[in-house]
């Protein structure tokens, strides 16, 4: 029963770097959402998927793009690592699309990356 | 702009009082309310979720709802060294919000002191 799984947990990048976060869920999810978590700042929406298909941007999206591989899987990309992405970054999902959704959001273990 | 306000704290209490965690939210459209735990290094864990005004409890959780002033609150009562956390306040925007997002607070620290 492995809820969001999210690869890798830690990676290092040097500035320039593309590299791609990997995040799944086994528990039939509609929707998910990737975030980033900084000191200070709280949990900050870079884009979501709120169905198999649609991707939106949200509150911080320049420098990311994503990909909603299937329903399981949902990926987030940095075409161009910079030192200002280094940050902890959380998939999420939540069971149901649409637009009166009151179910709560399941938070993947997190991936912690360094950009030098 | 949407909001969810918490005083970052830290707010220290000792075992086996009562925590009293509170949320402010700018967005009266707001329909969801959650309170996630994490500790320090790990993922946000749901301990309660609110929907309604009025009081929810959950073993030895609280949580508050009082959408005309809007303020959600979560008490802790006998509050263990383990409780010692950042709690997260999140909130769903509903019919203005656009689908599923949540809006999250920036937490607070609690420690609880033997």
């Known amino acids: 029963n492995a809820g969001v799984t999210q690869t890798p947990k830690f990676q290092v990048l040097k500035t320039g770097q593309s590299m791609t976060l990997q995040c799944a869920q086994d528990?039939?999810?509609?929707?998910m959402y990737w975030y980033r978590q900084d000191p200070g700042m709280g949990l900050r929406l870079i884009y979501y998927?709120?169905?198999?298909?649609?991707?939106d941007k949200g509150e911080v999206p320049n420098g990311y793009n994503v990909s909603r591989l299937n329903k399981r899987e949902f990926s987030l990309r940095l075409e161009s690592a910079a030192p200002s992405q280094t940050s902890v970054y959380f998939c999420?999902?939540?069971?149901?699309?649409?637009?009166?959704?009151?179910?709560?959001?399941?938070f993947g273990d997190g991936t912690r990356l360094s950009i030098l | 702009q949407k909001e969810v306000e918490q005083n970052s704290g830290p707010l220290s209490v000792p075992e086996g009082a009562i925590a009293s965690l509170n949320c402010t939210y700018s967005?009266?459209?707001?329909?969801?309310f959650f309170w996630y735990r994490q500790y320090s290094g790990k993922s946000p864990e749901l301990i309660m979720s609110i929907y309604s005004n009025g009081d929810k409890e959950d073993g030895r959780f609280t949580a508050q709802l009082n959408k005309a002033s809007q303020y959600v609150s979560l008490l802790i009562r006998d509050s263990q060294p383990s409780d010692s956390a950042t709690y997260l306040c999140a909130v769903n925007a509903g019919l203005t919000g656009g689908g599923n997002k949540l809006t999250f607070g920036t937490g607070t620290q609690l420690k609880v002191e033997l």
């Open positions: 528990m039939n999810h509609n929707s």
């Open positions: 998927s709120a169905s198999e298909g649609t991707t």
């Open positions: 999420a999902s939540n069971p149901y699309g649409g637009r009166l959704s009151n179910q709560p959001q399941h």
């Open positions: 967005d009266r459209g707001s329909q969801s």
